[in-house]
């Protein structure tokens, strides 16, 4: 009789429960099916024509808008693939601040490329070499694409013609309106002579319902939606004291009961803190104390005996809003009752409430060189404004119908703010409406054509790859998308840059898309579309990196999901519940 040998399943190296996932059809493909579906999502928000999407997040919170940074912070994505993709938009977001759409689209695209180049046999290390090779191609490339830069911020026209591009993929139709707002608000806060130094902190928002966009303004300073605590609502040239803590009698921290027997006892309860409060005031008064900004509440007896000093008292809820009105004032928020001292004080030149379409609002700005000359009261100012170190920062008072188009209309703002700041850092712009990639696509095949082994399918799929930005905006803007990029593809190969049987070719072409007629072939550079070169290089590159990212993972391996078994529905219930 023969021994039979027992067959042995392998060494036990996970708990029961553990799953484990590798191969190509259970691991890159399912991830490349995620990453699909995630710029399903996105992708017909791209362009000027892109449309909204509707989000409710978790908190049940309404969101109306085409912006894909919003979208995807929004849905929660938990795919572990297709979250790749959201953080490499996500850094693009704080890198750039503009092109997130970008990154997702472009990331998918290669995966989708890839997999086709997976199911012809080349491993996945030989297309991330490729698309390396490619990567580096055109981002040489691009540099070479760069055909403007911004030479002088203290420009509006130069950088309104930076921004408009940015602020018409959000708000196509409404580019110049609110890029001339973004234009006006970077001249007033450029650092002088240092651009690096630009913060996009100083540019604020305040959105008042009501009328249009195009009654929305630049404010020179601060502007809070709300009037002051007190009846005094002006004041001018003023010292102000900012407070961090509650202006108001002292609270105990336990609480107890009084007594009370007579009534002079009851009026002699709260003299005490009456003759405090007077005091306090008397001494702000003193100092030349005109304003009070303080961080938490205003009680009633400090509003009566500012109102009696006519001091202006300004509640300030938001502790963000109060290190900005601080910039601004160039004073320090203090933690105590009490006079500042010359270093802790602010000033500022204005206080005023106005109202904005029905509702009162509060302005804290500093005047201008310009209009303290045509005021004619220059000489009131004191010496004490000049020593004081003080932040230019201007609000953009945004009018809308609705609370979601000025949301969509604040992003729009951010994201041309942020691109000013990506463009401080390389101020160079390349031609705009896909124009860049369709060339970018061109020199990559050519690059292609000219490396020798498995590495040139790669590029060739990276070069296909970088025309689904024209298609996507051809299908979002409702035409027939592959004649579009036949004809930009025509147009990027020819060899001169004339005109040639009526037909518009040259490097710079691009897809010029309109409300009055379909998307045509225009010379981006003589139409002024221009998008920042930073934007596009850094979109290239993060798109990548996540493609790679995702290219490479060749196993899943997932714990068991914590907690007991799940029992079928209709044995759920309460632990004790009778049969």
Not at 14 to 43: C, P
Not at 406 to 428: H, M, Q, W
Not at 448 to 474: C, P, S, W, Y
Request: glycine residues 8%; negative net charge.
């Amino acid at each position: 009789m023969a021994l039979r040998v027992p067959q042995s399943n392998g060494p036990q190296l996970f708990k029961e429960g553990y799953k484990n996932l590798q191969g190509l059809e259970e691991v890159i493909f399912r991830n490349i099916q995620a990453t699909k579906e995630m710029s399903e999502i996105t992708r017909t928000s791209f362009g000027p024509n892109g449309r909204n999407k509707m989000v409710v997040n978790h908190l049940e919170k309404l969101f109306v808008t085409n912006d894909a940074a919003t979208i995807i912070r929004e849905l929660e994505v938990v795919h572990p693939a297709a979250k790749l993709l959201v953080m490499a938009s996500q850094q693009q977001e704080a890198e750039a601040g503009d092109g997130t759409n970008y990154v997702i689209i472009f990331a998918s695209e290669l995966l989708q490329r890839a997999e086709s180049l997976l199911r012809m046999g080349l491993h996945p290390s030989e297309i991330a070499r490729g698309y390396e090779l490619a990567l580096k191609e055109a981002l040489r490339a691009l540099e070479a694409l760069a055909a403007e830069e911004v030479r002088e911020w203290t420009d509006p026209a130069q950088v309104l013609k930076a921004v408009r591009s940015a602020i018409a993929s959000k708000q196509y139709g409404q580019e110049d309106v609110l890029g001339k707002l973004v234009a006006e608000a970077v001249v007033a806060t450029m650092p002088r002579g240092d651009a690096s130094r630009f913060n996009v902190d100083n540019v604020r928002v305040v959105k008042v319902l009501g009328g249009s966009l195009a009654q929305s303004r630049v404010e020179h300073g601060m502007v809070f939606p709300r009037a002051p605590e007190t009846a005094a609502q002006r004041a001018r040239f003023a010292k102000v004291a900012v407070f961090a803590c509650p202006v108001d009698v002292g609270q105990t921290e336990t609480k107890g009961t009084v007594l009370l027997h007579t009534a002079g006892e009851m009026l002699d309860y709260t003299r005490g803190e009456e003759a405090q409060m007077a005091a306090a005031v008397a001494e702000l008064h003193a100092a030349g104390i005109a304003a009070v900004v303080c961080g938490s509440g205003v009680g009633d007896l400090a509003v009566h005996y500012f109102n009696r000093y006519g001091i202006v008292a300004l509640k300030v809820p938001s502790k963000f809003e109060l290190r900005r009105v601080c910039r601004v004032l160039g004073a320090n928020p203090l933690a105590r009752l009490g006079v500042p001292t010359p270093e802790e004080m602010g000033y500022c030149d204005e206080i005023r409430t106005t109202e904005i379409g029905g509702d009162r609002v509060t302005v804290v700005r500093q005047w201008t060189a310009e209009e303290l000359a045509a005021s004619g009261v220059a000489a009131e100012r004191p010496a004490f404004a000049d020593r004081i170190q003080r932040s230019p920062l201007v609000t953009v008072v945004l009018r809308g119908a609705t609370l979601n188009a000025l949301d969509d209309a604040e992003r729009a703002v951010d994201d041309g703010v942020n691109v000013v700041k990506a463009l401080t850092k390389d101020p160079r712009l390349v031609p705009g409406g896909c124009a860049a990639e369709m060339e970018l696509a061109r020199l990559v095949q050519d690059a292609a054509d000219r490396t020798a082994g498995i590495n040139q399918h790669a590029m060739k799929a990276f070069a296909q790859a970088l025309e689904v930005f024209a298609r996507t905006m051809g299908d979002n803007a409702g035409v027939d998308s592959t004649a579009l990029v036949a004809k930009l593809i025509a147009a990027h190969h020819a060899k001169a840059k004339t005109t040639v049987a009526g037909a518009l070719v040259g490097p710079s072409i691009g897809v010029d898309v309109d409300c009055d007629h379909e998307p045509r072939l225009v010379d981006a550079l003589a139409q002024g579309i221009l998008d920042p070169l930073a934007v596009k290089s850094w979109g290239l590159t993060y798109a990548t990196q996540a493609a790679l990212t995702v290219l490479q993972v060749d196993q899943i391996v997932m714990a068991k999901t914590a907690g007991g078994p799940k029992l079928p529905k209709q044995q759920q219930g309460n632990w004790d519940e009778d049969d």
